[in-house]
């Protein structure tokens, strides 16, 4: 195996169709993974992570670029790279017709593994997501949380090389957010590397060693979420909606963002008093917090990772 986990070259995807315009899903994106990394793709829905995790994964093909996966073309030759990934889809489900043991069990004995092998990664997977105890239900019976952590526990237990886990903890709640976070975590101490996509800014800041941004098919910037913060400047967000008339009057506060109506700054500990009384004599209300990813997002991108095209 090569230096890098993964390697993206210019990778482009355009979409076309009869009697329609064609869509440009990636413009060019380039980044590269290093063994043993946790890796988010950080953006948008619609920003083109999915279709970059569809390419590097063999399930796409690029209109023009590489992506090679430790040193293996995964689109001139996608059969040397399926040993070495598995996949989380983000429209992926358990067979209906299996219960979560089965599914894991079924899945491992697929990919080579010997019975009691599987049969001991199945029980460890299912574990560690908190599915014992429906582990004998069938996935039809299962509620949307329960069916995505089977996805994931099915995935983990392979403990492949590299994985790939497109909006992983979609639909979970808190707590099952935080296992599935921790088996990742868990993961790249034994050696296996991870590209996950999510539009969940907090997500991203926990678990990711590094991130990328990417918006319209492109990567804007990449860095860790520490770096990322740091380069907007201040370590206060003072927000207030209603706001945006202060755009100007603002300016020498910080860094300054207006989305959706509520106007952002980015201040230090010493301007919070006077930006707050500029606020009520304003009449409007003001919150404030630490800076967080959020607010790095909202510089490169200039909208919320929530805002819909």
């Known amino acids: 195996m090569t230096a890098e986990a993964l390697l993206a070259r210019d990778v482009r995807k355009t979409y076309t169709a009869r009697r329609a315009p064609s869509v440009e899903a990636l413009a060019g994106v ?9 890796v988010a793709l950080l953006g948008r829905n619609g920003a083109g992570k999915t279709t970059f995790l569809k390419i590097a994964s063999t399930l796409l093909a690029p ?10 073309d995964a689109g ?3 059969d040397e790279v399926r ?3 598995a996949v989380v889809p983000q429209e992926g489900k358990p067979f209906f017709h ?3 043991r089965e599914q894991v069990y079924t899945y491992l004995r697929a990919r080579g593994f010997a019975r009691e092998e599987a049969k001991s990664r ?12 429906v582990a004998n239900r069938l996935s039809i019976t299962l509620s949307g949380g329960q069916r995505q952590r089977t996805m994931v526990a099915t995935v983990i237990a392979t403990e492949a090389p590299l994985l790939f886990l497109d909006e992983p903890t979609i639909g979970m709640d808190p707590f099952a957010r935080r296992a599935v976070w921790e088996s990742l975590r868990t993961l790249t101490r034994r050696g296996s590397t991870i590209l996950l996509t999510t539009h969940y800014l907090d997500e991203a800041e926990a678990l990711s060693q590094r991130l990328y941004i990417i918006e319209r098919g492109r990567v804007l910037v990449d860095g860790t979420a520490a770096t990322l913060k740091q380069e907007i400047g201040g370590s206060l967000r003072v927000s207030i909606p209603g706001g945006g008339r202060l755009t100007e009057t603002v300016q020498t506060f910080g860094s300054v963002l207006v989305d959706g109506g509520t106007l952002h700054v980015i201040t230090s500990p010493e301007r919070l008093p006077e930006l707050m009384a500029l606020a009520v004599r304003e009449h409007l209300s003001a919150t ?22």
Do not use: C, N, W, Y
């Open 30 to 38: 380039s980044l590269v993974v290093h063994p043993g990394e946790r």
């Open 63 to 72: 209109t023009a670029g590489t992506v090679e996966v430790f040193g293996h």
């Open 76 to 78: 001139g030759h996608p």
């Open 83 to 85: 040993p070495m990934i």
């Open 98 to 100: 299996l219960t979560p």
């Open 122 to 133: 199945t029980e460890d997977s299912l574990g560690q997501m908190g599915l014992l105890e």
């Open 288 to 309: 404030v917090g630490p800076v967080t990813l959020e607010e790095a997002f909202l510089k490169v991108v200039g909208r919320s990772i929530d805002t819909e095209e």
